[in-house]
């Protein structure tokens, strides 16, 4: 069973920077896929950005290339997601996700969320 904590979130203003960690824990790390989600009220919940196991492919959405990087450092079983330039529109629930697969259409496990608000 693999758990997931995240960190990092808060009250920004536009144009400001956030970075958001997620600590995992009780499985291989490296031989995980993990991905950042978030959901903002009303909204269905979107996939933000992903690495596989290595860490060589990532993902980015679209509404987010070239402001928000993913990455990870499989010795500290730690995921990153920095955040620059952030907009109004980013404000939401960020959640970790994991999944034993390569590239997972679904995720099978989740940490419980931490709140961006962007202020505008």
């Known amino acids: 069973q693999v758990q997931l904590v995240e960190s990092g979130g808060g009250l920004v203003q536009a144009g400001g920077s956030l970075r958001l960690s997620c600590a995992a824990s009780?499985?291989?790390?490296?031989?995980?896929?993990m991905g950042w989600f978030r959901q903002a009220p009303g909204q269905e919940r979107e996939l933000v950005a992903s690495v596989m196991w290595s860490g060589g492919t990532t993902y980015h959405t679209d509404s987010v290339k070239g402001r928000f990087t993913v990455s990870r450092d499989n010795a500290q079983n730690m995921l990153y997601l920095q955040m620059d330039s952030l907009k109004a529109e980013d404000t939401a629930v960020y959640y970790c996700a994991a999944d034993r697969r390569l590239y997972p259409r679904q995720y099978e496990y989740w940490g419980q969320g931490t709140q961006v608000t962007v202020s505008s």
């Open positions: 009780g499985g291989t790390f490296s031989r995980l896929s």
